[in-house]
C-alpha cells in the first residue's frame, strides 16, 4: 500500500469514528465544544504515533503470545507521560478532560492499529498510518465537538458567533446531544461516500469499452 493510500485510509475511508465507530467514550463524553474535541485527539494522535513506533520496532523481538498484554503496556507507557505533561502544563485543560485521558489506555483504535499495522509493517509506514488515523480522529471530535458546541451555545472554540441574545438549544451541550448529533453528521458522510462511489463507478462505466454487436 503507498504511502497516501495508508493516509488517506486513516483520514477518510477507514476513518476510526466515521467508519469503524470506535473510540466512543471519549467521542461522545469530551465534545462539549469543538477546543475539547481537539485537546483529546492531540493528545491521542501523540499515543497514537509514539506507540505504533515502538511497536513497529520491537514487533520482531515481542513473542506472538503475549504481543497484546505488552501493546497495552507500551500503550500505557505513553498515556501516562503525555497525561502528566498536559497536568503540568495544561492543568485547566487536564481537569476538563479529566478521566478520559486515561481511558486512552483502551481505546480500541489505538490498539487495533499497533496489532494490525505497526506490528506487521515498517517504522515509515506505521507512523504514516499513526498519523492518518490520529488526524482523522482528531478532526472526527473537532467535528462532533463544533457542532454541538455551535447549536448549544452558539459559539465554536469559544467565539460567540450567534450573539448573546441566541437561546441555544441546551440538549447538545448534554449527552442526549451528543448522540443526535452524531448521528447527523454521520448521516451526512454515508451520504458524502456513497454519492462519490456512484460517480466513481459512473466514470468507470463511461471509459470502459463498449461491445461490439454486429
Known sequence: MKKR???????????????QLLGMCPLLGVTTSAANGFWMGAITLLVLLSSNTLVSLVRHQVPHQVRIPVYITIIATFVTIFGMAMDAWMHDTFLVLGLFIPLIVV????????????????????????????????????????????LGKGELFGFNLLGADYPGFIMFVLPPGAFIALGFILAVVNSIKQRRALASRSIAGETMPQPVTA
Open 107 to 150: 481505546n480500541c483504535s489505538i490498539l487495533g492499529r499497533a496489532e494490525a499495522f505497526a506490528s506487521k509493517n515498517s517504522l515509515g509506514a506505521s507512523l504514516i498510518d499513526a498519523l492518518g488515523m490520529g488526524l482523522g480522529f482528531t478532526f472526527a471530535l473537532v467535528v462532533l465537538g463544533g457542532v454541538r458546541e455551535f
Open 5 to 19: 493510500e495508508i493516509l488517506a485510509n486513516g483520514l477518510w475511508h477507514n476513518n476510526a469514528v466515521f467508519a
